[in-house]
């Protein structure tokens, strides 16, 4: 049986320094539950002189890279460097090299995973993610191991705390986006350049994986639907809550008969689901199957004692089965099923839609005309007062269920409509009932 497994870090960042804290914090549990001692042995980042708040006494810093590929004790290699390219050629090294991998990396595993993972297979590796879905949500594991008997049906998801951060603000304070989005960055929940996070880019390169693995099959990034958060107003926010909805960047995961639907997208949820309450910078993933039912897990999307502790979680992963003394448990392969991605044309919802009107007799009209001819059936209707900057009426209205396609048809004969004045504003609603 191995002595110990010897663990390198690339990238001290702040989830590289949750780590490294982590592991020297609960080293006695994590040795006792991986059957074999755990060892930090070498840090290597381009910056190794800026104080952290860790203790590194005992532990190797280095600028080059190398000191770890080329180290006969370490056993895992951790990449926390971010990024594409650099990182993909990293891992190729890492695993070239007879070592195990453990990355955060969501957008890589997005982009090029299978690359990867057909790598780890081949060296006899272990590529794990814990950590690249939901932070320190375990529902990587949950999949694999915890409800893998289930046949997975859908996944709903809010995957990204800047966003809901965001969005909880503007209901609760009701701030517009921008505000918002300042304070998020002021309160360091929001990049200086927050664009994959509030655009949904973030999101998707999770919902990417999650589907990836409960469905079985590969899903390319390119086939996902992506739609951002910034031309929500607080207006928007305070229609849904009198609708009796709560919007949210939500990630959705369904499986047909004829294929996958996967999108991302501000979604319109009952302000009774457990999907609703989510707020702040914390996440939460509904999952429902045969015959597990409804589960949700929920926990902090984010931050490096969080994330820190997922990245351990797969390290330890590594460490039982080093311990166990046999061939890697690669169980991270997603081509059992031959499952295509279906046009976002093809999904059915019902709708959240507000117009801005001419006060002018038959416009109202005209809108409901247009979306008969294409079968959109209006379920609610909301008028407010004219708006004073353009002397239009802003007007609310939900429908029942229709295909996307049929209503981006009847849209785009609405926008030409002379009583419009802006671009009509569409929003999907998903009737969660957990």
Request: glycine share 8%.
């Amino acid at each position: 049986m191995a002595e110990k497994v010897g663990v390198g870090l690339v990238g001290f960042g702040v989830v590289g320094t949750g780590m490294v804290s982590c592991l020297l914090k609960n080293s006695e549990q994590i040795d006792a539950r991986s059957g074999i001692p755990v060892v930090m042995k070498t840090i290597a980042d381009l910056d190794i002189t800026t104080p952290r708040s860790v203790d590194t006494t005992g532990i190797r810093l280095t600028q080059n890279i190398d000191d770890i590929l080329n180290d006969p004790e370490i056993d895992v290699v951790v990449e926390l460097v971010g990024g594409t390219d650099f990182a993909y050629n990293l891992i190729v090294k890492i695993l070239e090299a007879g070592k195990d991998v453990v990355t955060a990396n969501k957008a890589l595993l997005a982009y090029r995973g299978q690359e990867l993972f057909e790598l780890a297979e081949e060296k006899g590796r272990l590529l794990l993610f814990e950590a690249a879905v939901g932070g320190g949500i375990p529902i990587i594991q949950a999949l694999r191991n915890g409800i893998c008997s289930t046949e997975v049906e859908s996944i709903y998801g809010i995957l990204n705390g800047t966003a809901n951060y965001i969005l909880t603000r503007m209901e609760e304070a009701h701030l517009d986006f921008q505000t918002a989005l300042v304070e998020a960055q002021a309160r360091g929940y929001a990049e200086a350049d927050p664009t994959f996070d509030i655009e949904g880019h973030d999101t998707a390169h999770k919902i990417v994986l999650l589907s990836e693995l409960a469905f079985g099959t590969r899903v390319s990034f390119e086939d996902v639907y992506r739609e951002g958060i910034t031309r929500l107003t607080s207006f928007d926010l305070k229609m849904a809550q009198e609708l009796g909805y709560r919007i949210k960047l939500l990630a959705v995961a369904k499986r047909h008969e004829t294929g996958l639907e996967v999108r991302v997208h501000p979604a319109l949820v009952p302000l009774d689901s457990q999907i609703a309450a989510v707020s702040g910078v914390f996440n939460a993933i509904f999952v429902e199957g045969d015959p597990l039912g409804p589960a949700m897990f929920y926990g902090q999307g984010a931050g490096g004692s969080a994330t820190g502790a997922a990245v351990v979680a797969d390290i330890m992963e590594a460490a039982r089965q080093k311990a166990r003394g046999k061939e890697r448990d690669n169980y991270y392969t997603f081509d059992h099923q031959d499952l295509v991605v279906r046009p976002m044309g093809e999904s059915i919802c019902a709708y959240y839609l507000k117009l801005m009107l001419k006060d002018e007799p038959g416009v109202l009209a005209q809108v409901a005309a247009a979306l008969g001819e294409q079968r959109v059936s209006i379920a609610s209707f909301i008028q407010e007062d004219p708006h004073a900057e353009h002397q239009a009426l802003p007007v609310v209205m939900t429908t029942h269920r229709a295909t996307e396609s049929s209503m981006v048809a009847a849209l785009d004969v609405v926008h030409k409509l002379e009583g419009v004045v802006e671009e009509p504003f569409l929003l999907r609603i998903e009737e969660l009932e957990g």
